[in-house]
């Protein structure tokens, strides 16, 4: 029986800080993208919340085809933003939890709002949603997130970039 254990002993090498916390967050987003789903009959994702965010103060027909769901979008992102907060106050002891460069964070937060607008959305939407139905351009979008972010790691990691 020694055997079988082997493989899980592996997988919980992957996660240094226990397999729990993952379990569980993984179990909030996919309960959160269902309850979205559920009610309002589209997928949860987070990058439509800056165009949806603009049909308040534009009037411009891209922003306006948001207007019917721009509401329960805005208080969705809050949610996020506001659910992270509170647990990084409540079990990090604060909201700032990085020693990430501001000029990276930004730098970054650019790329991934370009790139979800090119790739017609982001991690949560393909990554949840669209791997969650099946989608074959949801699969090769993930995959291409996936396969940047590992070999940017590795260059970073080659490189000795520090925060």
Not at 16 to 21: E, K, L, N, Q, S
Not at 61 to 67: A, D, E, G, I, L
Not at 108 to 132: F, I
């Amino acid at each position: 029986m020694v055997p079988e254990l082997v493989p899980l002993q592996v997988a919980a090498d992957l996660f240094p800080h226990g397999v729990d916390r993952y379990a569980i967050g993984g179990l909030l987003v996919g309960l959160g993208a269902a309850v979205i789903y559920v009610g309002t009959g589209i997928s949860a994702g987070a990058s439509t919340f800056l165009e949806s965010t603009l049909s308040y103060v534009s009037g411009q027909s891209r922003f306006q085809q948001y207007v019917a769901s721009r509401d329960w979008r805005l208080v969705f992102t809050l949610g996020i933003v506001l659910g992270a907060a509170i647990y990084a106050v409540v079990y990090q002891g604060g909201a700032w939890t990085t020693d990430v460069a501001w000029w990276r964070l930004l730098a970054g937060g650019v790329l991934v709002g370009v790139g979800t607008r090119v790739g017609k959305g982001c991690t949560s939407g393909h990554g949840v949603c669209g791997v969650g139905s099946a989608s074959k351009t949801s699969l090769a979008g993930v995959l291409a997130f996936l396969a940047t972010a590992i070999l940017t790691a590795q260059v970073v990691a080659a490189l000795g970039v520090t925060p």
